[in-house]
C-alpha cells in the first residue's frame, strides 16, 4: 500500500481555489452522467467523507474553499493524500470501491491521531477536520516513480508514532549501516558495535538474533574491514565466474588445462 500527502501549489499560476484539483479528480466520470443510466450502473463514483457516500464536487468545492478563514496567504489551502493499493492487495478486496472507502476511513482517523494536538483540552478527533476523498480505478505508478517517492518522510512520521517498534527497528538497521560507513579505525568500531549488540538485546527483537550472534561470534574477521575498508566481494565474484566456467563443461577433466584456460580469459 503505497501513500503520498502533498501540499497544494501555491507558485506560479496555480489558482488558490481547489476547484481545478477537484475538476481534475473527475475526470473518470466525465461522459458517464450523459449515459441515461443511474450513476451505480454508469460507473461513477462519488466524492465521500467519514459519513457521507454521494457528495458532489461542487460541495466540495464550496466546503474546502470556505474553510480557509484563518490560513495564511502563502499556506496551502489543501492537501492531497493518495492511497494506492498494490494488484495483490485489491485481489483480496471482495468490493473494491467499498472497501477502500472503509479503509480510507480508518486511515483517516490514524491521520489525526498523528497530530498529537489538542482543543480546548481534548485530543482532536476526525470530527475536527474536513475531507473528502473519491476512489479512482484506472491510476497506476510504479514503485520507483516520483508520486510514490515523495514525502516518504512524512509517511514514515505517521507509521513510526503508529508502531514505535518499527521505528526502533528501522533505528537500529540505520545505525549499523552508519558505523561501517562512517567509522575509521578499529577501536571505535569495537566500541560502536558493542554498544549496537547492547541495544539489540535490550530491544528483544528475534528478527536481530542471527546477524547479533554473528557479531559476536566473528566480530575480530569484521574488525578487519576497518583496517583499509576493504571486502572480499571481489574474491566472491571471481569464485562464481570460476564456477559458471566450470559448469559449462559439465566438470573438469584435466585440471592444468583447465588452468590455463582460466588464466587466459581471466587473468
Known sequence: MYITIT????????????????????????????????????????????????????EVVREIDGNTAKLEKHEPRFYSITVSPSKYELKRLQNHSEDLKKYTREIMKDYVASFNREINGRPITIDDIKYYAKIEHQR?????????????????????????????????????????????????????????????????????NTIARTMSIHYKNILNYFDNRSTNASAESFNAKIKAFRAQFRGVKNVDFFLFRLSTIFA
Open 140 to 208: 497506476t505508478f510504479k514503485g520507483t516513480d516520483f508520486q510514490i517517492k515523495e514525502n516518504q518522510s512524512l509517511r514514515a512520521t505517521i507509521l513510526f508514532e503508529r508502531y514505535p517498534d518499527l521505528e526502533r527497528a528501522y533505528k537500529l538497521c540505520q545505525n549499523l549501516s552508519w558505523i561501517f560507513n562512517h567509522t575509521k579505525d578499529k577501536t571505535s568500531a569495537l566500541i560502536r558495535l558493542a554498544k549496537w549488540d547492547e541495544k539489540v538485546r535490550q530491544a528483544e527483537f528475534s528478527s536481530f
Open 7 to 58: 501540499a497544494q501549489k501555491m507558485s506560479g499560476n496555480y489558482s488558490k481555489s481547489s476547484a481545478d484539483f477537484v475538476g481534475y479528480l473527475e475526470k473518470e466520470n466525465q461522459g458517464l452522467e450523459q449515459q441515461d443510466l443511474p450513476a451505480e450502473q454508469a460507473g461513477m463514483e462519488h466524492f465521500f467523507n467519514q459519513y457521507g457516500d454521494e457528495i458532489s464536487a461542487e
